[in-house]
């Protein structure tokens, strides 16, 4: 039976002592696509995807907030269901071309190396953004952010 995302944030919070802080639900991968979010999340569950990337451009196209270090997210699985409740813990604004080695690798994906992170990346970003009838180019900004779990169902 799964437990809901605020039954989980509620008991983790109260647990944690965190009276003023509120939660989203995120997964990570396409929704639509539930094998790269089963990956992804089996991969944070292991302790192995410890960060994450997107252009900044995406937050304003989805009027979506970027991610603040202190933030929390109950994490999905790929059926939709709570697994866990991530922790933002850095947040910064790198241009494309210069996302560093350990942030590539920190991603778990592909090969693990810098070439391979921007070769998908540019990829990838390109598509997100064409979603929204808008340009990336390995010039624009990417928001990388590190994340640790901090509770697992």
């Not at 009276?19 to 569950?45: A, M, P």
């Not at 699985?77 to 910064?92: F, K, L, Q, R």
């Not at 071309?97 to 070769?119: I, M």
Request: with cysteine; net charge negative; proline share 3%.
């Amino acid at each position: 039976m799964a437990i809901s995302a605020e039954k989980i944030w509620t008991d983790f919070a109260k647990s944690h002592q965190l009276t003023n802080k509120t939660f989203q639900t995120r997964w990570f991968g396409e929704q639509s696509n539930s094998k790269e979010v089963s990956e992804l999340t089996d991969k944070i569950l292991a302790g192995d995807k410890i960060a994450t990337s997107k252009p900044l451009a995406y937050y304003s196209s989805k009027d979506e907030p970027i991610p603040q270090v202190g933030d929390y997210a109950v994490l999905l699985n790929a059926d939709m269901h709570a697994v866990g409740i991530i922790e933002t813990v850095v947040s910064e604004l790198v241009p494309f071309f210069r996302v560093s080695a350990e942030h590539a690798y920190n991603e778990a994906e592909g090969k693990r190396t810098l070439e391979d992170w921007q070769e998908r990346s540019k990829n990838k970003f390109a598509a997100q953004m064409n979603k929204y009838d808008r340009q990336f180019s390995t010039n624009d900004p990417v928001v990388c952010e590190v994340i640790k779990l901090v509770y697992r169902v």
